[in-house]
């Protein structure tokens, strides 16, 4: 077998973009999902305490 025939599915995988957009897909949706569960840790206390005052403020003013 020649050098050029071996070669060849090598130089056509680097050629084809394919592989590459999979992979840039795949790091962009890893990046979205680290964003929204990171933001979701740090800032779901903060949101939770803010509806539990929002909560006792409402409750108060009808007196329950």
């Known amino acids: 077998m020649s050098l050029l025939k071996r070669t060849q599915p090598i130089i056509r995988?680097?050629?084809e973009e394919d592989g590459a957009t999979?992979?840039?897909y795949a790091v962009l949706i890893a990046l979205?999902?680290?964003t929204l569960i990171g933001s979701a840790l740090l800032l779901g206390p903060a949101v939770d305490g803010s509806f539990?005052?929002?909560s006792d403020a409402?409750?108060?003013a009808f007196g329950s």
């Open 13 to 15: 995988f680097l050629v």
């Open 22 to 24: 999979a992979v840039e």
């Open 32 to 34: 979205i999902l680290g």
């Open 52 to 54: 539990k005052e929002s």
């Open 58 to 60: 409402i409750s108060g």
